[in-house]
């Protein structure tokens, strides 16, 4: 999702920066801003896509996110606001801007700990919009999300979806696939205040990988 590409779909080695109904704090960047406006802190991220040359970076403060990415000779930059209203509910406005720009509004939806709705749309002419939902059965340990992908202009469908297990606390493995079947398999290690993940791409044959260091501790296997 990081990279908007109808019909191809890139992977971030985070698996909640992919699907619209989970992101957190600075992965909501380039993601759903409207998770900017849940869990606020301090941290900031960085990825690099081997497959595309692509590096990612941003970083949130309170509500506010700010992003930077790189795509072969092309660059692009995003500023956004979350805010959680009251009840399950969570807004956020994102501007890109730099070889493109456009509007983005993002919603998150979380009526209880094991469900989670998210959706995310371009404004203006450039349609693009993301719709998804997050399941998690048994809490922390599974989560199961399916997403879908509208390209408004082309009139573009396309859908991916993923699944995360967390067999000890602070270890994740997460697996993804386009309707395709074009798979990526990655593991998150979290080690509180730091988070570090790595993603394999089958379609070609390329890892990616990111860091997060947040000022809040995540949940970690080490003491």
């Known amino acids: 999702m990081l990279i908007l590409a109808i019909l191809s779909f890139v992977a971030n080695p985070f698996y909640a920066a992919n699907f619209t109904p989970v992101p957190i704090r600075s992965i909501s960047v380039f993601s759903n801003p409207a998770g900017l406006g849940i869990q606020i802190g301090a941290e900031a991220f960085g990825t690099y896509h081997q497959s595309t040359e692509a590096v990612v970076a941003g970083a949130s403060a309170g509500n506010l996110g700010f992003g930077y990415r790189k795509v072969d000779t092309l660059n692009f930059y995003e500023v956004g606001v979350g805010y959680k209203l009251p009840g399950a509910f969570s807004l956020g406005y994102a501007y890109d801007f730099g070889d493109t720009s456009s509007h983005i509004l993002g919603i998150q939806c979380r009526p209880s700990e094991k469900l989670s709705l998210g959706y995310k749309t371009t ?20 989560m199961l999300n399916f997403e879908i992908e509208y390209e408004g202009i082309d009139d573009l469908f396309t859908y991916y979806f993923g699944a995360r297990i967390q067999p000890y606390k602070g270890i994740s493995a997460c697996f993804m696939s386009d309707k395709e079947f074009n798979w990526h398999a990655g593991v998150e290690l979290s080690f509180g205040y730091l988070i570090i993940a790595g993603l394999y791409s089958y379609e070609d044959e390329k890892l990616s990988a990111g860091v997060i260091m947040s000022a809040q501790k995540y949940p970690g296997f080490m003491p």
Do not use: S, T
Not at 125 to 142: H, L, N, Q, S, T
């Open 123 to 142: 404004l203006a002419e450039r349609k693009y919009m993301y719709a998804g939902i997050g399941i998690m059965p048994y809490f922390d340990y599974v």
